[in-house]
């Protein structure tokens, strides 16, 4: 777990609305990413921003995103949002803009799991019991929705490239093995 300033030290509360001023941050921010450790889950403390727009979040949500899904394979990377704020509509604007973009990033707001952007009600109802329980197997999840469950491994395996469930293999006793879907808030 890396928690990530969005502003530098000392710097009051941003509107994130001006694409040149933000920039050199997503490019400041991408090099902490890229330099931190394969696995790693990145944390953007959303108190910091008033006010965020289009720019701002394709800048500092939607590229960075994007990059953790085209390298999905090796970095094993992904991004959450914490204190949104709903008096400056995080959510609401946010929203719009991924939806646009065709990504999906969960966040917290008020202690609640928001899942945030473009995913159908299926991952969506899948995403949220995952949440709820924390960690998940294919498994669960079909005993849990009454799906087959090649459907629902392949619906969990869709959630971790979307970057959204975090995925590690276990050696099972009886021989084989199984992947474990783990929130990103565990």
Request: aromatic share 8%; proline share 3%.
């Amino acid at each position: 777990m890396i928690f990530l300033n969005l502003l530098t030290e000392g710097q009051e509360p941003v509107n994130l609305l001006y694409r040149p001023k933000l920039i050199p941050m997503r490019e400041r921010l991408m090099e902490q990413m890229n330099n931190s450790p394969v696995g790693s889950v990145f944390y953007y403390d959303m108190n910091q921003v008033e006010g965020i727009n289009g720019s701002g979040i394709d800048e500092l949500i939607a590229k960075p995103i994007k990059e953790f899904i085209e390298h999905y394979k090796t970095d094993d990377k992904y991004l959450v949002l914490m204190n949104l704020n709903e008096e400056h509509d995080h959510i609401y604007n946010i929203n719009l803009t991924l939806k646009e973009e065709n990504v999906t990033v969960v966040g917290k707001q008020n202690e609640k799991i928001e899942i945030i952007g473009h995913i159908g009600d299926s991952l969506r109802e899948i995403l949220d019991i995952a949440h709820e329980l924390r960690e998940v197997t294919a498994r669960d999840i079909s005993d849990r929705l009454d799906k087959k469950l090649n459907l629902t491994s392949t619906q969990l395996n869709k959630l971790n490239e979307m970057r959204l469930l975090k995925r590690y293999e276990v050696q099972l006793e009886e021989g084989g093995r199984q992947y474990i879907y783990r929130s990103l808030f565990y």
